[in-house]
């Protein structure tokens, strides 16, 4: 990238509403860009940060669902200095949309 990344994401999220992050069932929150700017940019912003746990549709088996969702709490408890992690949202799509996708 040809600019300051964190810094940029500092500014928008300063004048920010809500912080939405989405976070991708194979890949829950691991990245460590990801958790380089959870810990750097948006510090002091976890008031508006928005989790989704995004494709929560795609777990063939709850189980895997599960250790998903544990892996991003357990990533996220790392970064973000609350003694709760924030609400963290499921969404996935109706069976009815993806059939008519396809």
Known sequence: RGYDFTGVTRWLADRADVVCLFFDPDKPGTTGETLSI????????????????????????I????????????????????????????MCLPVGNQEKQR
């Open 38 to 61: 959870l810990l750097h940019s948006l510090s002091g912003m976890d008031h508006k940060l928005l989790i989704v746990l995004n494709k929560a549709d795609q777990f063939s088996k």
């Open 63 to 90: 189980h895997d669902f599960a250790r998903a969702y544990g892996s991003l709490c357990w990533n996220l408890s790392k970064v973000i200095p609350r003694k709760d992690l924030p609400r963290i949202y499921t």
